[in-house]
T-cell receptor
């Protein structure tokens, strides 16, 4: 099993540009989570899906952020327009359920200049 | 409010000495408890979990954790630290503790472990 796959690994973009981060969860996992990690704020949950349906997006910082999960094997996190304060490492994680633990991807390091 | 606390931002320990990274929680019900480790430029990796049963659980890389219900703690331990154990450690709690459905884990703020040669 290849694990949770995120792309790209690194993204450098200019302020105002649209950024799309991608995630492929582990096959069979029914829940998917998007996290953001920064030195200042630590690990923050942005949104999570269960069976492709968004359940809780209360962590999405602003309307500039949106996430979709069109099918069980793919999710995107989009930032439009991007701002320098969005610079962070974005992680995707998936799980079978509460007691099984999360499997995290390697993350996307986003730098907005 | 439900919460997880890791009271130490950083723990320093000499190589070969035992280490403890502390975690306490405040959630209702019988939660599932987890430890994750994050090495530089990597995602979080699962170390171990407590679901039920023996209060001492063993995990990867020689780590173990002790569940204490009365103190609502789940401290991570290792008898003999290695320099390669230096990393960021996160405690996480799944409130409610069922094996199905979706649960939003509550993560602690992380503890940086530094093992000195």
């Amino acid at each position: 099993d290849a694990g949770v796959i995120q792309s790209p690994r690194h993204e450098v973009t200019e302020m105002g540009q649209e950024v799309t981060l991608r995630c492929k969860p582990i096959s069979g996992h029914n829940s998917l989570f998007w996290y953001r990690q920064t030195m200042m704020r630590g690990l923050e949950l942005l949104i999570y899906f269960n069976n492709n349906v968004p359940i809780d997006d209360s962590g999405m910082p602003e309307d500039r952020f949106s996430a979709k999960m069109p099918n069980a094997s793919f999710s995107t996190l989009k930032i439009q327009p991007s701002e320098p304060r969005d610079s962070a490492v974005y992680f995707c994680a998936s799980t079978l359920g509460g007691g099984y633990g999360y499997t995290f991807g390697s993350g996307t390091r986003l730098t907005v200049v | 409010a439900q919460s997880v606390a890791q009271p130490e931002d950083q723990v320093n320990v000499a190589e070969g000495n035992p280490l403890t990274v502390k975690c306490t929680y405040s959630v209702s019900g019988n939660p599932y408890l987890f430890w994750y480790v994050q090495y530089p430029n990597r995602g979080l990796q699962f170390l171990l979990k407590y679901i039920t049963g023996d209060n001492l659980v063993k995990g990867s890389y020689g780590f173990e954790a002790e569940f204490n219900k009365s103190q609502t703690s789940f401290h991570l331990k290792k008898p003999s630290a290695l320099v390669s154990d230096s990393a960021l450690y996160f405690c996480a709690v799944s409130p409610g503790g069922t094996t199905s459905g979706t649960y939003k884990y509550i993560f602690g703020t992380g503890t940086r472990l530094k093992v000195l040669a």
